[in-house]
């Protein structure tokens, strides 16, 4: 009212505080205006009062509000006068700049921004010109640790439009920097593979339709980028080749499915055809919703003909493999697992391709030979083959063969497979075992040839004083006789005397059993040194002859009888009754016979292991045979197995030659008998020779000597 008395203008919604009579403090708003007189003059003043108090408190309630939504604001918000002095700023600006929001409220606001001078100009020049400004620059944390600010300056200005203060907003936008660096870097790293990488990297629409292409286009197609964008991969197809792909990818993109190896053609730009490898997938934005498919397109022109060429050339490998007269069978890789055989090698082992196929290695390597085999066949490798001189198969029907088989590793389509060709050698090793045969029967004439001579030598040293001592010991024994009588008178009438330096009691019993064994001792000495003569004298041709087993076997015996008596306590013969003769030749089968006995003594621990000789004639074939039983230690099965092999020998270390059973078999064989023998370890062996009865009345068979 004052006011209205002094400028007598009204004045409108003046608030001030006032006390209710109830003690409340209230709000009131006054407006007020002069009060004039006719003549116009002031001669007093008009007041209306309002309580204005809930207003107030909405009002001020608003303010409290603004306050605390600007102080918690994510921003830093700072207000400064015109000259940038700070007069409010929030609690972000502090934890933002680490600066209290004390030390910085009524003093000049710190930038510790490395904002350009010129940029700072355009700044104050656009809020003086009262205009906002916005500008992102590096700044510094209190501690001098950098980070990125977005700052927007806003003038505040007063209804009258005056700008009084400055509204400073101000945001940390490091993270964000930091990803938009990261961001243009990945685009970078993105933009240099797909440009340097040597496929066709695409990127087509929902409809497909290209809205990328890199640069390898140029090489693979011969357009530029742009001359891509905007189509679509079937326009770049010839016309059936575009309708067959869109049959196969119709409904992969239908159901947002992703492709791999898709093999189409496009169209180069000179018109020429491009084999092409096509894989992609669907690519969606933030929501799920389709936006289209992203991939790569790689050039497999040069793949194909390779491709091609190893087609034709596995099928002439094929043709090869199948006409081939030389066994061949293709193995997995790192296995033992048969993938292919041809007909050779069927025909070879007497299986079918099928059994080959499903029954492996096993339906032809022993069991004793199957472990090692299927480990060498595991192991072929580029660059490390298979050669095995010699391994033993068994056919389908039973029969073994001998082979040689040569391994090595070959790429197919499929991959790398292992191949092995089989030779048979069974002939070959048999004529080589047949010439080692010979071999040791030249070798073996020769040691009897040299037996022969020392035997006859020593035969006639041995010879004649045998002769003397066979007739003087007659003659000392009729002797005897003739003065035995002389003897006795003189013993009745005198009593005993010294008659060699014994009583003549003892001695008149001595002398005739001492000149009777000297008498027998000598014509036993004669039959020795004759079997002795017989055995290794060197005949030319004779013919067989019926020669009785059991006379074959005495003379053996005879010979052998004193390396018997050494060997064994326990030696037993039997000799079968009536047996009907053979037909050979009684020196070779006596020869036979002793070499089979002289092993047994041989294989015998000791004297306590006993030793059997037995004939007879079997009953089922009419054969007679000689079986020859020790006790000994007996063979393991890979000795059996080549027993009889030219120069194999368990005892090469004591001077054996290993030529004994070779040649008693070939001697055997020439008898047209056989020779078998069975063994067991830690028990014994048992010879058994068979030979065919002699047929009565047959004729005698000449029998060319062997070479040795």
């Not at 079937?234 to 016309?239: A, E, I, S, V």
């Not at 169209?267 to 690519?283: M, N, Q, T, W, Y």
């Not at 017989?534 to 004779?542: E, H, I, L, S, V």
């Amino acid at each position: 009212m004052a006011r209205v008395r002094a400028t007598g203008m009204p004045v409108h919604d003046v608030q001030f505080a006032a006390r209710h009579t109830n003690g409340s403090r209230v709000f009131l708003s006054e407006n007020a205006a002069p009060l004039l007189d006719a003549s116009g003059s002031m001669v007093g003043v008009v007041a209306s009062f309002v309580d204005v108090t809930e207003r107030k408190k909405n009002e001020d309630l608003k303010v409290r509000k603004l306050l605390l939504a600007v102080d918690q604001s994510p921003s830093a918000i700072v207000i400064t006068d015109l000259d940038e002095n700070v007069e409010y700023a929030n609690s972000r600006f502090a934890s933002m700049t680490d600066c209290a929001v004390k030390d910085v409220v009524h003093g000049e606001m710190l930038h510790c921004c490395k904002i350009p001078e010129r940029e700072l100009e355009e700044m104050r020049a656009a809020v003086r010109s009262g205009k906002a400004w916005h500008g992102e620059f590096e700044c510094l944390r209190k501690d001098g640790g950098p980070y990125w600010e977005s700052t927007s300056v806003t003038p505040i200005r007063t209804e009258e439009g005056e700008t009084t203060s400055l509204l400073w907003v101000r945001e940390d936008i490091t993270e964000h920097r930091l990803a938009d660096q990261a961001l243009r870097e990945a685009r970078e790293k993105f933009q240099n593979l797909v440009e340097t990488v040597s496929d066709l990297v695409w990127e087509v629409d929902r409809n497909g339709v290209y809205t990328y292409v890199s640069p390898k286009v140029r090489d693979l197609l011969g357009y530029e980028p742009w001359e891509i964008v905007g189509k679509t991969p079937y326009d770049l197809m010839p016309g059936e080749e575009a309708r067959r792909a869109a049959e196969v990818l119709a409904p992969v993109f239908a159901r947002r499915e992703a492709f791999h190896g898709l093999e189409n053609v496009n169209l180069h730009k000179d018109g020429r055809h491009v084999v092409i490898e096509a894989s992609g997938a669907p690519f969606f934005d933030g929501d799920g919703n389709f936006l289209g498919y992203r991939g790569v397109d790689r050039d497999i022109g040069d793949r194909k003909r390779v491709e091609e060429l190893l087609r034709i050339s596995e099928e002439r490998f094929r043709q090869l493999f199948e006409q081939s007269e030389e066994p061949q069978i293709l193995f997995r890789t790192g296995t033992s697992g048969i993938l292919d055989a041809n007909p050779a090698a069927t025909k070879l082992h007497g299986q079918p391709r099928e059994e080959l196929l499903r029954g492996g290695l096993a339906l032809f390597v022993p069991p004793e030979d199957l472990s090692w085999f299927s480990s060498a066949v595991e192991n072929i490798r580029p660059g490390a083959g298979l050669n095995v001189e010699r391994a033993t198969h068994v056919r389908r029907d039973g029969a073994r063969i001998v082979v040689s088989v040569r391994g090595y590793s070959i790429r197919l389509r499929e991959g790398e497979v292992a191949f092995c060709s089989f030779r048979d050698i069974t002939t070959r090793i048999h004529m080589e075992e047949e010439a080692k045969v010979h071999q040791a029967q030249l070798i073996h004439a020769n040691r009897m040839a040299s037996l022969g001579t020392i035997v006859s030598g020593v035969a006639h040293e041995v010879n004649n004083p045998n002769n003397l001592i066979m007739f003087n010991a007659p003659m000392i024994l009729s002797a005897w006789d003739d003065a035995e009588p002389v003897l006795e008178a003189y013993f009745r009438e005198n009593g005993d005397f010294s008659l060699g330096g014994l009583p003549y009691s003892e001695m008149r019993e001595v002398v005739p059993r001492l000149a009777r064994g000297i008498s027998d001792a000598s014509f036993r000495i004669k039959g020795i040194v004759g079997n002795l003569k017989d055995f290794a004298r060197q005949d030319g041709a004779k013919e067989h002859a019926p020669v009785g087993i059991n006379d074959v076997v005495r003379t053996a015996i005879a010979i052998l009888n004193h390396e018997i008596i050494k060997a064994t306590h326990r030696f037993e013969v039997e000799l079968g009754d009536d047996l009907p003769p053979v037909m050979g030749l009684a020196q070779e089968l006596e020869q036979v016979i002793v070499n089979l006995i002289n092993n047994s003594i041989q294989a015998l621990p000791s004297s306590r292991h006993g030793l059997a000789v037995k004939t007879l004639r079997n009953p089922g074939t009419g054969a007679v045979e000689v079986h020859v039983v020790d006790e000994g230690v007996g063979m393991a099965p890979d000795v059996m197995e080549r027993i009889s092999e030219p120069f194999f020998s368990t005892r090469l270390d004591s001077g054996g030659l290993g030529l004994g059973l070779s040649i008693c078999r070939s001697i055997v064989k020439e008898h047209r008998g056989t020779l078998a023998f069975e063994s067991d370890v830690g028990k014994g062996t048992r010879a058994i020779i068979r030979l065919p009865a002699a047929v009565p009345g047959a004729e005698p068979a000449a029998m060319t000597p062997r070479e040795g």
